[in-house]
Nanobody, 124 residues
Framework: QVQLVESGGGSVQPGGSLRLSCAAS????????MGWFRQAPGKEREFVAA????????YYVDSVKGRFTISRDNAKNTVYLQMNSLKPEDTAVYYC?????????????????WGQGTQVTVSS
């Protein structure tokens, strides 16, 4: 497994922006697709976005399309989630994970090496 450390969370007002980072240890980061998930209190973990190993292909849940952008820098072993036009319903703990199975992009069981998460709170 690889170790993943998320950062960049915080509290913002509706309409604000945050940029999450996920730093990975190890030398195989560039070999794997990566994903972001989130979990709000009392809810199940939800897929947010994913990016292929080379960064060419990206995938988003419908609720964040046009507002969030996933990207990666393999030289820095880091994947990012730029979140714009944030809404209160985006409030959650955000996790990054490494995709290890090819069956789907949005199922948590296809990912491993979950980070500890970073809290995002959107409130006025």
């Amino acid at each position: 497994q690889v170790q993943l450390v998320e950062s960049g969370g915080g509290s913002v007002q509706p309409g604000g922006s945050l940029r999450l980072s996920c730093a990975a240890s190890g030398r195989t980061f560039g070999n794997y697709a990566m994903g972001w998930f989130r979990q709000a209190p009392g809810k199940e973990r939800e897929f947010v976005a994913a990016i292929s190993w080379g960064g060419r292909n990206t995938y988003y849940v419908d609720s964040v399309k046009g507002r969030f952008t996933i990207s990666r820098d393999n030289a820095k072993n880091t994947v990012y989630l730029q979140m714009n036009s944030l809404k209160p319903e985006d409030t959650a703990v955000y996790y990054c994970a490494r995709r290890i199975y090819d069956s789907s992009w949005n199922e948590a069981h296809d990912y491993d090496s979950w980070g500890q998460g970073t809290q995002v709170t959107v409130s006025s």
